[in-house]
């Protein structure tokens, strides 16, 4: 079984900071690893993912993140954050040999940037 | 090209009714999941449909049943509802099982 723990219910940060938002995973099999957000009264966007090759991933509106297998951790990071990128930030996991998109979230983090 | 979308947007129904939401995947997509979304939580997996047969269901009773039809939208059923069950409801679409998935924006059910 897996299981996604986001280690901060709530990130406020102010405009133009950096920001890393924490992800632990746990899994006794090979997972692949995502980010999604979800903003106001919107379904999910996936953000980036994590498949295999390069730890560093990149995805959109700036956003990237670092897969470590030792530390079982993948945390989303993003140098200069904006007003809107406030929103809630979902971390999953999908066992690679799972067959379907199962995915695992973890509970969210909730990033609120102010001016 | 059009994403995925939903069916009602909201809906209030009173504990043992019925509710059947119901979601268009987008263009090209054979594969649909359902998600629940507890206020506070993440979603969590219902099932997931490929070509009109369920192959894959998270922990949930029975009484959450589904469908896909041949122009592969789907349908979620639940019966007797619970107040439990108020959440918001995501269906999502995709052309594989590699977990990248294409929500919709969900229909909101309030049980009371």
């Known amino acids: 079984a897996q299981s996604v723990t986001q280690l901060d219910s709530q990130v406020p940060v102010f405009e133009e900071a950096p920001v890393e938002l924490r992800c632990n995973y746990s899994s006794s099999v090979s997972v692949y690893l995502f980010w999604y957000v979800q903003y106001p009264n919107q379904g999910l966007q996936l953000l980036l993912k994590y498949l295999s090759g390069s730890t560093l991933v990149k995805g959109i509106n700036g956003f990237e993140a670092e897969f470590n297998k030792s530390q079982t951790s993948f945390h989303l990071r993003k140098p200069s954050v904006h007003i809107s990128d406030t929103a809630e930030y979902f971390c999953?996991?999908?066992?690679?040999?799972?067959?379907?998109?199962?995915?695992?979230f973890g509970a969210g983090t909730r990033l609120a940037v102010h001016p | 090209e059009t994403g995925v979308t939903q069916s009602p947007t909201h809906l209030i129904k009173t504990r043992g009714q019925q509710v059947t939401l119901r979601c268009s995947s987008q263009?090209?997509?054979?594969?649909v999941s359902w998600y629940q979304q507890a206020l506070g939580q993440g979603p969590q997996f219902i099932f997931q449909?490929?070509?009109?047969?369920?192959?894959g269901r998270g922990n949930f009773p029975p009484r959450f049943s589904g469908l896909q039809f041949p122009n592969y939208s789907s349908e979620l059923n639940v019966n007797a509802l619970e107040l439990d069950d108020s959440a918001l409801y995501l269906c999502?679409?995709?052309?594989?099982?590699?977990?990248?998935?294409?929500f919709g924006e969900g229909s909101r059910l309030t049980v009371l």
């Open positions: 999502a679409s995709s052309a594989g099982s590699t977990g990248e998935l294409f």
């Open positions: 999953a996991v999908i066992p690679q040999s799972g067959g379907y998109n199962k995915l695992i």
């Open positions: 449909y490929y070509r009109e047969e369920e192959n």
């Open positions: 263009s090209g997509h054979n594969t």
